[in-house]
């Protein structure tokens, strides 16, 4: 059955989207977007917790709804921990939280939830560090 989420941000024009749209449209506008990232950095802590969360959320709806795709794992991957930048910033701010982002990425990829496109997403996966 098709899943629509419903947009009321701009009360005099609401839209329907399926649930396939809405996550692309916040993958690009917000978890993959440099500025949110950048802005949830200035939190230390609690903006590594959302990115992590945010990865949490992205696995519960691929396992529920099949909505998230592999390649919306492929930018988040890409985003939070083959940047350097975001990935020193997760593991500074949270070193246990990123091993769960790995285990969390782990485990989308071992239940077909996603295929890395990238060799070294792989590599990173098994552990080795950059």
């Known amino acids: 059955?098709?899943?629509w989420h419903n947009d009321h941000s701009r009360p005099e024009r609401p839209l329907?989207?399926?649930?396939?749209?809405?996550?692309?449209?916040?993958m690009r506008s917000r978890v993959v977007n440099p500025?949110?990232?950048?802005?949830?950095?200035?939190?230390?802590?609690?903006g590594a917790f959302e990115i992590i969360a945010t990865v949490d959320?992205?696995?519960?709806?691929a396992a529920t709804t099949g909505a998230v795709r592999t390649h919306h794992f492929d930018l988040a991957f890409e985003a939070?921990?083959?940047?350097?930048?975001t990935?020193?910033?997760?593991?500074?701010?949270?070193?246990y939280g990123y091993d769960e982002l790995l285990a969390k990425f782990d485990d989308a990829r071992t239940r077909g939830f996603w295929t890395p496109r990238s060799n070294s997403a792989?590599?990173?996966?098994?552990?080795e560090t950059p």
């Open 1 to 3: 059955p098709a899943a």
């Open 16 to 26: 329907a989207r399926t649930l396939e749209e809405e996550i692309s449209r916040v």
């Open 35 to 46: 500025k949110w990232i950048a802005g949830v950095k200035r939190h230390g802590y609690k």
């Open 57 to 61: 959320y992205m696995f519960a709806f």
């Open 80 to 85: 939070f921990v083959e940047d350097a930048a």
């Open 87 to 95: 990935r020193d910033f997760i593991r500074a701010n949270n070193r």
């Open 122 to 127: 792989y590599a990173l996966l098994s552990g």
